[in-house]
């Protein structure tokens, strides 16, 4: 990885996405399709994303192990439990 190796925070990463799909969505309006409850869906998705999130976190809080991935040295366990129980990937 190099030079950027953990020096961009996921959250970071997120947002910069997000905003680089919403700047697309304002620059190209003719490649928009409307389909009904687009709202509804966009709105489950986000608060399914939201779900993991946060039970991934208490699954790390029980383990006793960090959650910043910038700080790899500060992991004690590998956790498979919880959510991590369905990843592909344990995290650690």
């Known amino acids: 990885m190099g030079v950027l190796q953990l020096k961009i925070p996921p959250v970071a990463t997120a947002f910069v996405t997000a905003a680089l799909m919403w700047f697309t969505s304002r620059a190209a309006p003719a490649l928009q399709f409307e389909f009904p409850y687009r709202n509804t869906l966009a709105l489950s998705l986000a608060v399914a994303g ?9 699954s790390f809080r ?5 959650v910043n991935p910038l700080t790899p040295g500060a992991s004690s366990t590998l956790v498979r439990s919880g959510v991590y129980t369905f990843s592909r990937n344990p995290m650690y």
């Open 50 to 58: 939201a779900v993991i999130s946060i039970l991934g976190v208490v």
């Open 62 to 66: 029980r383990a006793g192990t960090t």
